[in-house]
Nanobody, 121 residues
Framework: QVQLVESGGGLVQPGGSLRLSCAASGSISRINAMGWYRQAPGKQRELVAVSPSSGSTQYADFVKGRFTISRDSAKNTVYLQMNSLQVEDTAVYFC???????????????WGQGTQVTVSS
């Protein structure tokens, strides 16, 4: 069973920074991609950034130049460095993993429990 554990959320003032971490544990044969999504109150969950195992990272337009996604493949961990945070970035941030539990398993995705990021003065 794959589990994703997020950390690093919290309260920060506008213009501040936070770093989110997400560690994957359990049986994982292959990781296709790890990424971050967010969901603000009353809104749908949206992509923030994704780091494929092969290919280029992708960012939502609203975070380009402010957020950076990175991965430590040896630790099955993905990070999201968030700088120049704005009030509009307030949301629950979810870690996402796409991959296979076994070599013969179907590709599926897993979600973390979410971590709250609040940007407020």
């Amino acid at each position: 069973q794959v589990q994703l554990v997020e950390s690093g959320g919290g309260l920060v003032q506008p213009g501040g920074s936070l770093r989110l971490s997400c560690a994957a544990s359990g049986s994982i044969s292959r990781i296709n991609a790890m990424g971050w999504y967010r969901q603000a109150p009353g809104k749908q969950r949206e992509l923030v950034a994704v780091s494929p195992s092969s290919g280029s990272t992708q960012y939502a337009d609203f975070v380009k130049g402010r957020f950076t996604i990175s991965r430590d493949s040896a630790k099955n961990t993905v990070y999201l460095q968030m700088n120049s945070l704005q009030v509009e970035d307030t949301a629950v941030y979810f870690c996402n993993l796409v991959g296979r539990e076994r070599a013969w398993s179907s590709v599926r995705e897993w979600w973390g429990q979410g971590t709250q990021v609040t940007v407020s003065s």
